[in-house]
């Protein structure tokens, strides 16, 4: 990937900033670090260190659906104000908007989408070592969990980070539980199969040919629509 300009660095470290005091704000602590990565129409922010002292037990007292439950209805209030954010600092039109947990790294994710007038970098399209192979194996664990994809994408955001999104994923008894109202249930359930698949699965690091620090998925159920992350470590020897 090429270096950054300095009007890309500043952009990013305003992200950055005002992110990580609305995250202070909120929950009483901050993220340690938090990397922002920018490819239209994309935005991904990592999060790294993000546990305040009361989750922290929570987490011991095997508590972590509590934990989740909690930062959803937080990022409610949250989400509206990030993406006016992104739109002062970018001018991207966020229409989609995710986020997920690594409660055992203490990480989490954001991922924005931004409207179709915002058209993805040449860069973010190119073919890369492996792709086929990863659209596969995320197939073949969608398909295990609910059905294969209607439609799978990936692009490299940049080195260490992988944004696959996939399209058309929903069963009838998953779209008949979201009409019930239990979207959220349904959601942890997905969340805990996909994971659990996602982790246990040798192939992705074989595939990337780099060591997977962290791996996020979320889900927008109204657009049958996923996205997965996937944060690497290429500088590991």
């Known amino acids: 990937m090429g270096f950054l300009d300095n009007h890309e660095k500043q952009t990013q470290y305003e992200i950055a900033s005002h992110i990580g005091r609305l995250l202070r704000e909120a ?54 104000e990030i993406k006016a954010y992104l739109m002062l600092f970018t001018g991207m039109n966020i229409r989609e908007f995710y986020y997920d947990w690594g409660l055992h790294n203490y990480s989490g994710v954001f991922v924005g989408i931004a409207t179709e007038g915002d058209s993805v970098d040449q860069s973010t399209q190119e073919w890369y070592a492996g792709k086929d192979e990863i659209h596969r194996e995320m197939e073949s664990i969608s398909h295990l969990i609910q059905k294969i994809p209607d439609e799978t994408h990936s692009y490299f955001i940049n080195e260490r980070t992988l944004l696959v999104i996939r399209s058309g994923i929903l069963i009838s008894i998953g779209k008949e539980l979201i009409r019930l ?57």
């Open 27 to 80: 929950f009483g602590k901050g993220p340690q670090s938090i990397y922002v990565s920018i490819h239209r129409p994309f935005i991904v922010i990592y999060l790294k260190n993000f546990l305040s002292q009361t989750e922290k037990i929570l987490l011991q007292q095997d508590h972590s659906c509590t934990v989740q439950h909690t930062r959803s209805l937080v990022m409610e209030s949250l989400v509206p």
């Open 181 to 237: 109202g239990f979207e959220e249930s349904l959601k942890l359930a997905q969340r805990n199969l996909e994971k659990n698949h996602l982790f246990n699965n040798n192939h992705f690091q074989k595939i990337l040919k780099s060591p997977i620090v962290d791996i996020f998925t979320d889900w927008n159920s109204h657009l049958d629509k996923s996205v997965i992350v996937f944060i690497l470590n290429p500088s590991h020897d």
